[in-house]
């Protein structure tokens, strides 16, 4: 362990997502931090145990690990570990991943962890597991209950469902704040300069089950956050071709090949539409365009503000 993480409260869990649930984790982390006077370090799993398990069903990631890291620094977390979930770890004892792993390679002055969170071999450990331990070896633990949002727990299952269905507004409330993503610009067909709408081109991961559509979107871009509007789709009025993200960035002039993207999605305007021509296509993306300069000048909801520059 680094020096400046020495004898850290741990918040434990998968974390996908960094959700409002999540907040309320780590947040009691940070209570017991503050009063301890010990730094706050986020311990988490990659690949997803899911996708270890079932590697035939691949799980939507909400929040990669890079995304995860910039969005824990932006929140004041002072560290992030990531235990790779392979074989040793799967096999891995309740038992022994307390004993060996948290109060052993870690040495955790506290734990918090929510109410839900199971580990081990076999799921064999609880949030109790671990506060029954913590007690024993005099250290602090919290277990975070669960938290609800228009009457129904939130989750990182429930943010998935509400990106695939469309409702972004519902899906940024569980959040906590605008949902975003980032990905690198590629190389694409170039269309969009023939029509006065030179895009960025991002391919978003197979699994990603984000609703096809068009999207007001804010982009960060070497520090800089720029606005824009965003078709995620497989263009039906030329190729129909594989899903891609491409945005276009209002009064925005350099080349953006190679570059990591973090977009923010603000609101999803419409969904795909396949037009009888390049005319009827261009006044449609000039409406698009009018749309999402006017989305995009009003503030954030005070339930999912923006999280801008990382």
Known sequence: MPAALTRPIVVIGNFDGLHRGHRAVI????????????????LTFDPHPRSYFRPDEPVFR???????????????????????????????????FVEKILFGAIDAAGIAI???????????????????????????SIIVPPLTAFDEPVSSTAIRTALAEGDLQH???LLGYRYLFQADVRHGEKIGRTLGFPTANLRLPPENSLMEGIYAVRVEV???VHNGVASFGRRPTFDNGAPLFEIWLMDFLGDLYGKTLTVECVKRQRGELKFDGVEALIEQMHKDAA??????AAPPAEDAPSLLPL
């Open 291 to 296: 749309e999402a300069r006017a989305i995009l």
């Open 171 to 173: 899906a940024n409330h």
């Open 222 to 224: 070497d520090g800089h």
């Open 62 to 96: 909400l929040t990669p690990d890079p995304l995860k890291a910039a969005i824990l620094g932006h929140w004041g977390v002072d560290g992030l570990i990531i235990l790779t979930f392979n074989p040793e770890m799967a096999a891995t004892t309740a038992e022994d």
């Open 114 to 140: 929510g109410h839900d969170f199971h580990f081990g071999k076999g799921r064999q450990g609880s949030p109790s597991f671990i506060a029954e331990r913590a007690k024993v070896k005099r250290r602090a």
């Open 27 to 42: 947040e009691a982390g940070r209570s017991l931090a503050l009063a301890s006077g010990r730094p706050l370090t986020v």
